[in-house]
């Protein structure tokens, strides 16, 4: 079972504008989206962008506009746009774009009909930060045209949608920052952990497993840093982006992984306004950069309600379990 209709939100209306453009930039931009609220037009239009699609240059876009702010964006209407399309309407005057950077992006959607702002995020400044250039993940096709780039630079993407509406539009996003992306916790080992705490062994890669190490619940909260980053501490109404493992320990005392990000080959994004309460208390105020171990009471989980599988109805996660998570946050915004 999946947790992630209850760990990770909705996404920000960006986000998903781009996934619908087919231009999910690897998975670590577009599936962090839940899964469960993912349109269906959105679905067949990403889909029908293959990784090995070439992006063919739109005509007749332009930008105005201190590079780094919202863009005046023009073009003749109504505008016949196809997917797979892009133009840079702006050149960047910041930093260089590398392998491996997260890049923080506003975005304006433009109905092609009539040139109307479908959307954006400049007026309540919510970025989308979850794109990731990297070859393991981005799409190649905009790994090349995101990679060199400078920040400030604006990209406008053609989409075609396959909604039952038809609007095509283009997706303007504004390249506003750059930072080296974590692919695991990094930062000073903690040392002082009670003795008496599951203990966490971590792979080559990071990945951790767990050994209770004869834990026994007591109904409280448990949050213990394993690793303390250097970054930014989070805050309750942010978006993290993460690394985890869940489990739980059946009547028997025997661990069972439900859910690992790990395993899917990609983190996943989560607002904190959205999430179950001791994932939202244990995170808050912890740094970016940190691992940390989560044990949580049921009644800041999942309380006496059975967890399910959603196609086969098999429970995932027994009624009034106490829950066990390693968290690496790696970027909050």
């Known amino acids: 079972m999946r947790i992630s ?19 999910c930039l690897g998975v670590a931009a577009c599936g962090s989206g839940s899964s469960s609220s993912s349109s269906s037009s959105s679905s067949a239009s990403a889909s029908s962008s293959s990784s090995g699609a070439t992006l063919n240059k739109i005509a007749g876009v332009t930008a105005t506009g201190e590079p780094g702010k919202k863009p005046t964006v023009k073009f003749h209407t109504p505008m016949t746009v196809q997917d797979n399309t892009y133009s840079v309407l702006q050149q960047g005057n910041g930093e260089t774009i590398k392998e491996g950077d997260r890049l923080c992006a506003q975005g304006i959607a433009l109905n092609a009909k009539d040139g109307s702002q479908l959307m954006s995020t400049w007026e309540k400044n919510t970025p989308d930060c979850s794109i990731v250039v990297s070859k393991s993940t981005t799409t190649t096709a905009y790994y090349e045209i995101l990679k060199g780039q400078k920040v400030n630079a604006t990209i406008a993407f053609g989409v075609n949608d396959q909604n039952s509406s038809g609007t095509s539009y283009l997706m303007v996003l504004t390249i506003i920052s750059r930072t080296k992306a974590l692919t695991r916790a990094e930062g000073k080992v903690v040392t002082d952990i009670p003795s008496n705490l599951p203990k ?10 767990l050994n209770l190490n004869g834990y026994k619940p007591d109904g409280k909260l448990v949050v213990q840093p394993l690793i303390k980053g250097d970054g930014a501490a989070v805050k309750s109404t942010q978006t993290v982006d993460a690394q985890y493992s869940g489990w739980y320990a059946d009547s028997k005392g025997k661990l069972h992984q439900f859910d690992s990000s790990w395993s899917r080959g990609t983190s996943s994004q989560f607002s904190l306004s ?10 808050t105020g912890q740094t970016i950069g940190s691992q940390v171990l989560l044990i949580i009471p049921p009644d800041q989980g999942y309380g006496s309600t059975d967890q399910t599988d959603s196609t086969t109805g098999k429970v995932t996660i027994p009624a009034n379990s106490t829950l066990y998570f390693v968290v690496d946050i790696l970027y909050a915004y």
Not at 274 to 283: D, E, S
């Open 5 to 23: 209709p209850r760990l990770r939100h909705t996404a920000a209306s960006l986000i998903t504008a781009v996934c619908a453009a087919g231009m």
């Open 200 to 209: 966490v062994t971590l792979a080559s890669n990071g990945e951790p497993s």
């Open 274 to 283: 959205q999430v179950i309460t001791g994932w939202k208390t244990g995170l």
